[in-house]
């Protein structure tokens, strides 16, 4: 079969012509032009940690400036750096605690007057000031935002690049990741929060040597259109260990890859999205719509309750053909704010894509089971003294498509073999603690984290047979049916934020979903496509391709769902946090 997943969604914002440029030479003329009206002209281009500096210092070259000033050079040293970054966030591989510092925080304010000062004495010509943190030196004539997306720096990491200001080239990825999700990332997001409004221009550097570059009003606008109209943020693929082949089927991948584990496609904090001016591309972080445009994307309920975060996350887990994932736990509420400065958990549920006849998942723990004995074995396990049997202690359950398993934070869980996965769950992903890993190592040939005490400490022991039967299996509950469509309750559990549901739609018929004064996202899990529309056409139709997300913002309170070249039942899945 031809995959109909579309892997690079493209939005066309209104009234886009003439908004953007591609390229450093069309990019180097736009900035001459507005020079040219000058005696004196700053041009400060603030950038996001991670992108290439060097790579805007020789295109800013073509600007003959008679000053270059970076940035950078003014912040911390990289032993300085890597010493607080080691401290503050603690020696373990995978977790910190979240940061509550400003990038401010760590530029050193004798030098940012001393380059004031340089930048002064300069009465005539082009005064580059470039790097992060560049418009904490001065706003400047004008002021671009450099940006990144974060897969893409993530990429660059294990490419060798370092963290900002730190010499770790050489770093396990899971170390740069840490740092950048922790500490660094979360500066560079509050600092370029406090500047959206002022940007005159926003420049995208995801791609090397191809940059393009949006007015600062133009930036602004593609995002509150974004945030009125359904969209799509642009998915990533990555392999791990365990991974399956059925994204490289479904989704149109490259078949040289040997397996792929995961995707996201709908993470707002890590996905970015792609606006046309005129044709022009520029990508950015889905996270600028978040941070920019809360409200009419989330919903005054849903802002009040979680402020300029997204709240809910929709990612790919592929086994199809491959291993298991870890036996696993997420942190309860109280724990995660305590140890790692979060605001809410990793509530979760697994929707099941596809699965063969074999497939089961691990979820609760056994009738009767002896924890201290369990415990035993896991510390054993850790040990290299035995392999840990799971089957004494967890509950193994048949599963086939269109299942939905839910797994409140504290339920031992484990999705196994020949399963492709729609994990719907709230935001911190990073927070899976690993109790055993089937003696699998990474793909960098080192055993993968295991967190047993933080596991112990948040395994809910009562969770056994019998609860999650009565709570996590088979809880689909059936609201409305006709022979032309079906609503059911498909999750998650009442200790969980979210609330789904499936739609059903038969005979070729439309149906409205209504917003619940909430950002709703949501995937086509059966059927080619689907047609997204607004009676009061507020936007343009857009089409859904099987096994794609899209996000509804709050500010649609309604729209339109129709089959779209589909012969058969259609079934979507809507996820959106509960009153």
């Given amino acids: 079969m031809k995959s109909t997943y579309n892997k690079r969604p493209v939005k066309v914002i209104k009234n886009g012509d003439g908004k953007a440029a591609q390229g450093w030479d069309a990019i180097a003329n736009q900035l001459k032009s507005a020079s040219s009206k000058c005696k004196k002209h700053v041009i400060v281009i603030d950038c996001y940690p991670g992108v290439d500096v060097s790579e805007i210092e020789k295109a800013a070259a073509k600007l003959s400036p008679v000053l270059l000033i970076n940035s950078d050079d003014f912040a911390w040293q990289p032993m300085q750096m890597e010493e607080y970054l080691t401290q503050t966030l603690t020696d373990d591989r995978v977790f910190g605690f979240m940061t509550d510092k400003n990038l401010s925080d760590f530029f050193v304010q004798e030098k940012i007057v001393a380059a004031q000062e340089q930048i002064a004495n300069i009465d005539e010509g082009i005064v580059c000031v470039i790097g992060t943190g560049a418009a904490l030196v001065t706003r400047g004539g004008t002021l671009i935002h450099a940006t990144i997306s974060r897969w893409e720096i993530q990429l660059r990491y294990r490419s060798g690049q370092a963290n900002w200001r730190c010499n770790n080239n050489d770093a396990p990825i899971l170390s740069k990741y840490k740092w950048g999700f922790f500490a660094q990332w979360?500066?560079?997001?509050?600092?370029?929060a406090s500047l959206y409004d002022i940007f005159d221009y926003v420049l995208s550097m995801n791609t090397t040597n191809a940059p393009s570059m949006v007015t600062g009003d133009g930036f602004r606008d593609g995002l509150r259109q974004l945030a009125r109209e359904p969209f799509r943020t642009v998915p990533y693929f990555d392999e791990g260990v365990w991974g399956g082949q059925w994204m490289k089927k479904y989704c149109?991948?490259?078949?040289?890859?040997?397996?792929y584990a995961w995707a996201f496609d709908g993470v707002p904090e890590e996905n970015s999205i792609i606006m046309s001016f005129?044709?022009?591309e520029v990508e950015v972080p889905a996270i600028d719509l978040v941070l920019y445009q809360p409200q009419p994307l989330l919903g005054d309920r849903v802002y009040n309750q979680y402020g300029a975060e997204f709240p809910i996350r929709f990612d790919f887990l592929d086994t199809m053909e491959g291993g298991k994932l870890s036996l696993q736990v997420h942190p309860l509420t109280a724990y995660i704010k305590e140890h790692f400065g979060m605001k809410y958990t990793q509530d979760e549920s697994y929707y099941i894509l596809?699965?063969?006849?074999s497939a089961i998942a691990y979820m609760g723990l056994k009738e009767g089971i002896d924890p201290a004995e369990m415990e035993k074995d896991l510390r054993a396990a850790q040990a290299g003294e035995i392999i840990f049997d799971a089957d004494k202690?967890?509950?193994?359950?048949?599963i086939k498509k269109h299942d939905h398993i839910l797994i409140p934070a504290g339920t031992i869980h484990c999705s196994c073999e020949d399963t492709m996965v729609l994990e719907i769950s709230a935001t911190p992903y990073i927070f899976t603690f690993k109790l055993w890993d089937w003696g699998q190592v990474g793909l960098?040939?080192?055993?993968?984290?295991?967190?047993?005490e933080h596991g112990l400490a948040n395994i809910q022991w009562d969770r056994d047979t019998t609860w999650i039967n009565n709570n996590c299996i088979g809880q689909e509950q059936v609201l409305e049916k006709n022979d032309n469509y079906q609503i059911e309750k498909t999750g998650l559990h009442p200790y969980e934020p979210i609330e789904t549901l499936r739609y059903t739609l038969e005979n070729a018929t439309s149906i409205t979903i209504e917003s619940n004064d909430s950002v709703r996202m949501l995937n086509l899990v059966e059927g080619e496509s689907i047609k997204i529309s607004c009676k009061e056409n507020n936007f343009e139709p857009m089409i859904i391709n099987y096994a794609e997300t899209?996000?509804?913002?709050?500010s649609i309170k309604s729209c339109i769902i129709s089959p779209h070249n589909t012969i058969g039942p259609c079934k979507i899945i809507v996820a959106y946090i509960r009153k």
């Fill in 444 to 452: 960098d040939g080192r055993p993968r984290p295991i967190h047993l």
């Fill in 393 to 398: 202690y967890v509950n193994s359950y048949s």
């Fill in 186 to 192: 979360r500066w560079a997001d509050k600092h370029k």
């Fill in 278 to 280: 005129g044709g022009v």
């Fill in 550 to 554: 899209f996000i509804l913002p709050a």
């Fill in 252 to 259: 149109g991948l490259d078949p040289s890859i040997d397996k």
């Fill in 354 to 357: 596809d699965a063969k006849p």
